[in-house]
């Protein structure tokens, strides 16, 4: 036993080895890379799991196999020995590898601890305390998303860690809403003032240092006047505002609706700029995010003829899986989980002589498709506004998936609310719709709006505050 201890790779004190459970792989597929120097092992139970589920057209297995081929290109053709020692990790074109990934082997060791190996997640706890007790003094680190398995390891002296890699805010208290609000009369704050006209559009250009630091382009500017601007450019030093009037942001329509408050009024407005290319709607159930999208969509599609089609999606934990071997279309298929779109434009047409016979036609002449998330990898959309419901279920990685499927003149709606995530391993923070609003806020073509109050109803508005 002596001998085996010896054999084994002197671990250094120097840098900390974390250990990564496979829900990390699929919410990351490239979390390997950003350990910097430290070292990363693979429990030999991740991989089994990873090979379980990498087989499919699932959004799920995609991730795995390419967590796998990432694997594989890092330890290459290295030997067992080389494996368990670590193998260098080496990072796009920087000529000098930085931190090494090597597999934790399963071990059957008795009473390591009182763990039944009767689950997967047990048997990764009991391997991690193996190599702890023939690596001492080297500080050890579970990663994993699985808050219970975390509370487990932390049970039996495991250090524990959520994936922190792509959580951009700490608190989602402090997430871009897409608008300031200043108190009082916005004006009373600045001291000086250049304002020009350009084709019928005011703009005003203000020193920066007296706004703050968290502006952003398209960000909007509010006050309890009734002032209402937008910034359109931002110096080093100064800040460019283009202003509107609050009267006609709210006398705006799209497919003949016209929006209920100021917040809506924005919202619109940049859901029919033709210069802004993503729009990012996060708002309280009923705050309004599906049917301005909706209206939008089919103003620009049907009126103005600046999109080709509508395609429309959302994420649920079962279009992640599967979409199911019932007969029937895609399209049939996914109605269902799509319920939210055909009722809203069912309220659309409320109060027409016929509601469904003014869906149907609008179904008729406006090129709607219905798309699953398994489906949309590899795509590309031309001309297309691609409405994304539900995003707080998404990943970061899969945000990304998603949107750089948009082609040529094609622009981008998502929805979502972080107050009803579905998917275990995601919280606010960590949802890829709060990624994604924090790496658009500079995007010169996109724009995001955090919608509040409820006007679906009386009764939606009470139940939300009081539920």
């Known amino acids: 036993m002596g001998n085996a201890l010896e054999a084994r790779p002197i671990i250094s004190t120097q840098t900390t080895t974390y250990i990564l459970d496979s829900n990390v792989l699929i919410h990351d597929p490239n979390s390997i890379l950003n350990f910097e120097e430290h070292q990363v092992l693979i429990p030999m139970t991740v991989l089994e799991e990873l090979d379980k589920l990498k087989n499919g057209k699932q959004t799920i297995a995609a991730d795995c196999r390419q967590a796998i081929r990432l694997i594989d290109q890092i330890l290459g053709t290295a030997s067992p020995a080389e494996i368990e020692a670590g193998v260098p990790i080496r990072r796009g074109n920087k000529s000098e590898p930085q931190g090494t990934l090597s597999i934790l082997s399963s071990h059957h060791v008795e009473n390591i601890t009182t763990l039944p190996t009767s689950n997967n997640d047990n048997r990764i706890i009991n391997d991690i305390c193996h190599f ?18 975390r509370l487990k390891a932390r049970g039996c002296g495991i250090p524990t860690e959520d994936y922190h890699s792509d959580q951009l805010v700490s608190d989602i208290g402090l997430l871009n809403k897409g608008y300031r609000l200043f108190e009082g009369n916005f ?46 450019a931002i110096t080093q030093d100064e800040v460019q505002l283009q202003h509107y009037c609050r009267e006609t942001l709210m006398g705006q329509e799209a497919w003949g609706l016209q929006p209920l408050d100021i917040y809506q009024a924005m919202a619109l407005n ?25 209206a939008a969509a089919i103003e620009m599609t ?15 934990r ?26 809203n434009l069912e309220a659309l047409h409320c109060d027409d002589e016929s509601t469904n016979s003014s869906v149907d036609y609008i179904l008729k002449q406006v090129p709607l498709h219905f798309k699953s998330l398994n489906y949309i990898r590899g795509r590309s959309f031309q001309q297309s506004l691609i409405i994304i419901d539900e995003c707080q279920n998404l990943t970061p990685h899969q945000i990304k998936t998603i949107i750089t499927r948009a082609g040529s003149g094609s622009k981008v709606i998502c929805l979502g609310n972080l107050a009803q995530i579905d998917t275990p391993y995601l919280a606010p923070t960590s949802s890829g719709l709060t990624y994604m609003t924090e790496r658009f806020k500079n995007f010169p073509h996109g724009g995001a709006i955090q919608l509040q109050g409820v006007p679906r109803s009386p009764l939606a508005a009470y139940a939300e505050e009081n539920l």
């Open 132 to 149: 702890q007790e023939t690596h001492p003094g080297a500080p050890v680190i579970l990663v994993t998303k699985d808050i219970n398995m």
């Open 187 to 232: 004006w009373d704050r600045v001291s000086q003032v250049q304002t020009e006209q350009l084709e019928g559009v005011t703009y005003h250009r203000l020193l920066k240092e007296e706004l703050g630091d968290d502006i952003y382009l398209n960000q909007f500017f509010l006050d309890d006047t009734g002032f209402v601007a937008r910034v359109n």
């Open 270 to 294: 940049l859901l029919l700029d033709p210069d802004i290319h993503l729009v990012n709607l996060t708002g309280a159930a009923g705050s309004g995010k599906t049917i301005l999208a909706l």
């Open 302 to 316: 049907v009126a103005t003829k600046q999109f080709r089609r509508i395609i429309a999606t959302r994420s649920t």
């Open 318 to 343: 079962g279009l992640d899986e599967d979409i199911g071997y019932l007969p029937g279309t895609e399209a049939e298929k996914m109605e269902p989980w799509l319920g939210a779109i055909t009722d």
